[in-house]
């Protein structure tokens, strides 16, 4: 997870709650985890290769993922480990065949990104889903929860994203 103020959060907060404990899961939020950006970049390496799938949770802001997720993706997936160049041919490694998620919220309505802003969202998120087809894995439908900041949700929605982490995620 790379939520720049989680305490601030009530989205990424509650899913961080829900998915700490869980079965099988290594959650990590790397905000917390690396206050100053230094990555544990062996760890983290060492973490990424006992998983089946890797799922990137963030809040969408300006159009992007904040910046400790770029972060990650620039040292984590480096040469030799995510993957090489041999012969003049880009070779995918460690990360091949794992399936890959993105979960995001979105402050805004999904009809916000319907035309005026130029953009779907998934287009936003384009970095990736490239990135997951070069490194050859296995790219699941990303979970884009919308309109985190102007709706009101009860305790029925907070259920309801209960429900969706557990078929998106665990």
């Known amino acids: 997870m790379a939520h720049p103020n989680i305490e601030g959060s009530t989205f990424n907060k509650y899913i961080k709650e829900e998915l700490e404990g869980a079965k099988n899961v ?45 972060q990650y993706v620039d040292l984590v997936f480096d040469y030799d480990f995510a993957y090489k160049i041999e012969d003049g041919t ?8 794992k399936e890959f998620r993105l979960l995001v919220t979105i402050g805004s309505k ?20 490239y990135t997951a087809k070069m490194l050859g894995m296995k790219e699941l439908d990303p979970c884009l929860i919308y309109g985190t900041v102007y709706e009101k949700f009860g305790k029925k929605d907070f259920r309801q994203i209960t429900n969706l982490l557990k078929e998106y995620i665990v």
């Not at 973490?47 to 993922?65: E, G, H, N, T």
């Not at 005026?116 to 384009?126: F, G, H, I, Y």
Request: glycine residues 2%; contains cysteine; charged residues 30%.
């Open 90 to 97: 880009f070779q995918a490694l460690h990360l091949k065949e």
């Open 26 to 70: 290594i959650y990590k939020d790397l905000s917390s985890l690396y206050p100053n950006f230094k990555i544990d970049v062996k760890k983290e390496q060492e973490d990424l290769m006992k998983a089946s799938r890797i799922v990137f949770q963030f809040p969408m802001q300006w159009y992007s993922s904040p910046a400790i997720l770029k």
């Open 110 to 129: 999904e009809e916000s990104f319907s035309g005026k802003d130029r953009l779907s969202v998934k287009e936003c998120l384009n970095a990736y889903s």
